[in-house]
């Protein structure tokens, strides 16, 4: 995922975590949108994560072919050497670890919006305590 997909991402995830007592109900009834539509994000991003894994991978077998090739015995160092001089691998390591970052962020971002649904049922107890309180002092 690059990075400017995940700023659409992440653009209104401010206004979208935030929780208040005002418009209580439009906030819980929006709620279940939200997590999906950043779940569905993390989802994606988790793909992308695991398909530049496995581009990289194959990436260091063809590097360890052409060592084999070369050499009779090709040790871990040697591999990890030829790969950090590879510039495709290098490109794809860029990208495994952008895919990485993103996937945590959404992650973190599903996790908040399970925070905030257990924020809006307690405010949502608050407000029914408090209208019962006001029921119960303006009877005459």
């Not at 700023?7 to 979208?16: I, M």
């Not at 040697?78 to 790969?83: F, K």
């Not at 399970?114 to 006001?134: C, P, Q, S, Y």
Request: charged share 30%; proline share 1%.
């Amino acid at each position: 995922m690059k990075r400017e997909e995940l700023r659409k991402y992440t653009k209104h995830l401010d206004k979208d975590l935030s929780c208040s007592k005002a418009g209580l109900d439009k906030q819980m009834t929006r709620q279940a949108g939200l997590y999906f539509y950043y779940a569905v994000a993390w989802n994606n991003a988790v793909r992308d994560e695991k398909r530049s894994k496995l581009r990289l991978e194959m990436q260091e077998t063809k590097i360890y072919r052409q060592i084999s090739d070369q050499h009779s015995r090709v040790t871990e160092r040697m591999l990890l050497s030829e790969c950090h001089l590879d510039k495709l691998w290098l490109k794809l390591k860029q990208i495994v670890n952008q895919n990485d970052h993103a996937a945590d962020v959404l992650k973190a971002a599903c996790q908040a919006l399970i925070h905030k649904r257990d924020m809006l049922v307690n405010l949502g107890a608050t407000v029914r305590v408090e209208m019962a309180g006001e029921i119960s002092t303006s009877k005459p």
